[in-house]
């Protein structure tokens, strides 16, 4: 089957902030009055989807990719990783770390598994992750 319309790959979509500098992060799709843009996630449980390629002010046109299990990805990584790990968001509640993932903590919580570590990684390393959209994980 095959559709019209449609794209693969990187888009082009506005900014709905300021996203100068923060390639790698882990961006949601938003909208203002229907007119698509993407934001940095704002819970750690958002459907942050997309990678930014490239960054801009907002309302700048930036460039994210789709994170699709098919493809693997590199993200801002928050914290050490190792392979196998499962990736969530990083706290969003400290400004610097949204948009980036961290090996799902140990620490009561409600968090989205977002991908999967393909190696090691250190603190602000565009850590190799393959996209799997677990879902919802609670720690208790």
């Known amino acids: 089957m095959s559709q019209s319309n449609t794209r693969v790959g990187d888009i082009r979509v506005l900014a709905g902030e300021d996203l100068t500098g923060m390639a790698a992060r882990l961006v949601k799709m938003t909208h203002d009055t229907g ?3 993407v934001k940095l996630p704002a819970a750690n449980t958002d459907y942050a989807f997309y990678v930014l390629i490239e960054g801009g002010v ?14 693997n990805v590199r993200v801002a990584l928050k914290g050490t990783c190792n392979p196998g790990d499962v990736l969530v968001l990083a706290d969003v509640a400290t400004a610097t770390d949204k948009g980036k993932v961290r090996a799902l903590p140990t620490v009561a919580g409600t968090y989205r598994g977002l991908a999967i570590a393909e190696q090691a ?18 720690v208790t």
């Open 121 to 138: 990684g250190v603190d602000g390393q565009w850590v190799l992750a393959r996209p799997a959209m677990i879902g919802v994980l609670t």
């Open 35 to 37: 007119v698509p843009k």
């Open 58 to 71: 907002d309302t700048a046109l930036v460039s994210v990719k789709p994170v699709e299990a098919g493809r």
